[in-house]
């Protein structure tokens, strides 16, 4: 049985001020780790980025007043590749969503066989949206107004009393379009005709997955949280691992946040980066007080996996090795699919990387999570973060069915939903820091309302902040 150690005190402030004060010596980053271990390094997390990003913090006004929502507006959001949704989120032609990023709305829709296009979500009589919170299907586009009806195409196809607008043709007067791709199973929308491509903006990311293909995924959990926060700083929050000391600390004697390896790309088109956190190497901060062995049975009791017979796990490579080996046949036996040739780090360690400017894809299995946030309305305090898990599909095998999403409204929790299990609990964790952040920032001295942050923990911060200022064109 699981040895007796008191890990709630590493939730405890008594046991937060014990260490405070306390250092150690560097530890060696997650590639090193995994040498100096004699695991295999998969070519993924060898592949370092090189960009050092400048060091110019974002100052708070840019989070709280609301003169840089339109201008946020006009130089972001309709001008940069964004996901919308996903392709299981309308997989039959003529299925359709309404993506909407502040006050902007776009009809994304299943358009032709392997097709998906995405138009202004206006109605070219008078304006009316053309879906609205719910998905819609059919072979045409109606207004729910008056009936003006488009394809699934854009084209207008039919007016009612058409002798009484002699000019509404469907040449002039089609649904205006947007720029509309795919990506590992994302659909991708650009309000900006004139700009370069998808792959252009990804970058090296799509490389980095071609041994974990997203499309091979579907949703098992869904949630849309309402959060009080500007959506800067609420995906800030997860650019980082700096903050597991106290914001995720039943998470600490399982994953090494002080050995995490961050890297950021950038080549003036693309602004991407990545976060790789070890599995069963416990944290520097408790290292001495977590054993292999408990951090294995701990990993097993959270994902479901056997407990591991007596005498394993003895060592850290010993525990990763088990973790990884009953993983793959936990796939297999529940899901048909074939991990067994997978690295150990594919299998248990968490890969999380960023494409700016709003979306977080997760790599491998330690944790298969996706984010994406949007700004909500014309208000600079509110945000929707939408969270996914995203599991594998066997080879061959029909996609389960889209689970209804979880909307949570600005006073409620995940605890509230049981049915949002392990990733409502992690999101609750997250999201006390999150609103205080914001009420904090309206709080500062206006001398010194502006972060500070660190040099390798929060870089993935100041890249993003560098990909901000040079898309609002700031000068600081």
């Known amino acids: 049985m ?7 005190k590493y939730g405890n402030r008594s046991y937060v001020r014990a260490v405070l004060g306390t250092q150690f010596d560097d530890m060696p980053q997650y590639v090193d780790f995994l040498r100096r271990a004699g695991e295999e390094v998969p070519a993924t997390a060898a592949d370092r980025g090189t960009h050092r990003p400048e060091n110019k913090p974002l100052p708070y006004e840019y989070y709280l007043d609301p003169k840089y929502v339109p201008e946020e507006i006009e130089k972001i959001w309709k001008k940069k590749w964004q996901v919308a949704c996903r392709e299981e ?30 138009f202004w979500n206006s109605c070219r009589h008078r304006a009316r949206r053309l879906c609205g919170s719910k998905p819609e299907s059919g072979d045409m586009v109606q207004c ?14 039919w007016v009612p009393r058409h002798e009484e607008f002699p000019s509404a043709n469907a040449e002039k007067f089609s649904l205006r379009p947007v720029q509309c791709d795919t990506w590992g199973g994302n659909v991708f929308i650009n309000p900006d005709l004139e700009a370069g491509p998808l792959s252009e903006a990804l970058g090296v990311m799509p490389s980095h997955y071609l041994d974990c293909p997203q499309e091979d995924r579907y949703t098992a ?45 950038d080549d003036g088109k693309a602004s991407v980066s990545r976060l790789i956190t070890p599995a069963l190497v416990p944290d520097g901060w408790v290292k001495d007080d977590v054993t292999p062995r408990l951090a294995l049975e701990l990993f097993c009791n959270t994902y479901g996996l056997p407990f591991p017979p007596e005498g394993v796990g003895k060592t850290v490579g010993e525990a990763r090795a088990y973790a990884a080996k009953k993983t793959a046949e936990l796939h297999f036996n529940e899901r048909g699919v074939d991990f067994s040739d997978r690295s150990i780090s594919y299998l248990v ?57 979880v909307e949570i409204d600005f006073h409620e929790q995940g605890r509230d939903y049981p049915e949002t299990g392990q ?36 870089i993935r911060i100041r890249h993003f902040h560098e990909a901000y200022i040079k898309a609002m064109d700031i000068t600081l």
Request: charged share 20%; proline share 8%; net charge negative.
């Open 2 to 8: 699981t040895e007796t150690v008191d890990l709630t």
């Open 89 to 118: 989120d309308i997989p039959n032609i003529g299925d359709r969503v309404a993506y909407d990023v502040g006050p902007l709305s776009f009809l994304i829709v299943h358009s032709g066989e392997n097709e998906f296009s995405a």
């Open 144 to 157: 729910p107004f008056h009936a003006w009806s488009y394809d699934l195409k854009g084209q207008l196809a």
């Open 221 to 265: 959990a869904w949630i849309r949280k309402k959060v009080k926060i500007n959506w800067k700083s609420g995906l800030e929050a997860f650019l980082e691992g700096y903050h597991v000391l106290t914001t995720h600390p039943s998470g600490m004697p399982i994953f090494g946040s002080t050995y995490t390896q961050t890297d950021c790309w």
């Open 349 to 405: 360690d968490m890969h999380q990387w960023f494409a700016f400017p709003a979306h977080f894809p997760w790599w491998g299995e330690g944790l298969s999570w996706w984010y994406n946030f949007t700004p909500l309305g014309d208000s600079p305090d509110e945000c929707v973060m939408e969270i996914r898990w995203l599991r594998p599909i066997e080879k061959g095998a029909p996609r389960p069915p889209l689970p209804k999403c």
């Open 423 to 458: 990733v409502g609990f992690i999101m609750d964790e997250d999201m006390e820091n999150m609103e205080e952040v914001h009420r904090g920032m309206k709080a500062a001295d206006p001398a010194v309302a502006r972060p500070i942050l660190a040099t390798e923990q929060e």
